[in-house]
């Protein structure tokens, strides 16, 4: 069985998760508050569990949709869409999840998780939520070629591997307004967190993954996916690395963040040979992945968009 990305840790053969001193996790929740974490709901736990448990069966999707109406109703929905919907259309949750298939699901249940945490009305929360979800798709097309073994493992480290802007968003809006203009002006998120804290949301999305018992691999992915080429390929963080190569394509393509960010995106493009040499192989193959990436994109994305305004 695959090592589950939440839930229960277990020992890896791999290099370990860095660790935050006692020093930085108080002086994030010195900023984010020490309350601002709550447990995790015990619907939004289970999906993510789904989403990486080889095992889980049609019943184990049904009792986890079926204990929240809302989230019914939007699978029904999705069900009876036109991405789906063969002319015979889905009354029930059992019918939908047929008509839907278990793998499609583990992943629009992810997402619909992510758009409840750390709620706020702030306009850039739903371009997050956007970014997120395209990284998630991305990092699982290349896992396909990649990194086979963590194929369904990528959807949920990349629709994760942000979190930490999350909170930081909703429990320091002002100060991420500051953050988001130098952006705008083509700075690195990390390095523009780090001019308004003494700490990034790498560092912040690790805490929650404490907080969360999220895995060492899924906390790991999180904390390192900023690191250096070098670095991620001589401590052998490979989904760290399938994750930071997403990430910059998506940023490239200029999905989740739109118009204003436009330097900031032309910069990511740049760097992307630099995911390519990683990936091991050439620019012009590279240009080739990137277009079937964003081709994926196209059909998947839109899918979604609706799971998440319905």
């Known amino acids: 069985m695959l090592k589950k ?23 994030i929740l010195g900023v984010v508050g020490a309350k601002s974490i709550p447990s995790m709901e015990g619907a939004a736990q289970k999906a993510f569990q789904l989403s990486t448990d080889p095992e889980a069966k049609a019943h184990d999707f049904i009792e986890v949709i079926e ?19 063969r002319g015979h259309g889905s009354k029930t949750i059992e019918e939908s999840v047929v008509t839907i298939g278990t793998e499609e699901l583990r992943n629009l249940l992810c997402a619909n998780s992510l758009s409840d945490i750390f709620p706020t009305n702030h306009p850039v929360r739903s371009q997050l939520w956007k970014h997120d979800t395209a990284v998630g798709i991305v990092a699982q097309f290349l896992a396909k070629r990649f990194l086979p073994d963590k194929e369904r493992h990528a959807f949920l480290a990349g ?3 942000d979190v930490g802007k999350l909170l930081l968003l909703q429990r320091a809006a002002n100060d991420y307004e500051f953050i988001l203009q130098k952006v705008k002006q083509g700075a690195e998120f990390c390095a523009a967190e780090e001019e308004r804290f003494p700490f990034n949301h790498t560092e912040v999305g690790h805490v929650i993954g404490e907080r969360w018992n999220f895995s060492d691999e899924l906390n790991q992915v999180i904390r390192v996916h900023h690191r250096g080429w070098d670095e991620l390929q001589d401590n052998g963080f490979q989904l760290g690395g399938l994750i930071k190569a997403s990430d910059l394509l998506v940023h490239s393509l200029g999905v989740g963040f739109e118009r204003e960010y436009v330097r900031f995106h032309n910069k990511s493009r740049l760097k992307l040979d630099e995911a390519w040499k990683y990936l091991g192989v050439s620019s012009p193959e590279g240009r080739e992945i990137a277009k079937n990436a ?8 839109d899918l979604y968009l609706a799971e998440m305004e319905s």
């Open 5 to 27: 990305l939440l839930g229960k840790k277990e020992k890896r053969a791999s290099s370990s998760t860095p660790t935050l001193t006692n020093e930085l996790t108080q002086s």
């Open 294 to 301: 964003q081709r994926t994109l196209n059909k998947e994305f």
């Open 159 to 161: 629709l994760m591997h």
């Open 67 to 85: 204990s929240d109406e809302g989230l019914s109703a939007r699978i029904i929905k999705i069900a009876n869409s036109v991405y789906f919907d």
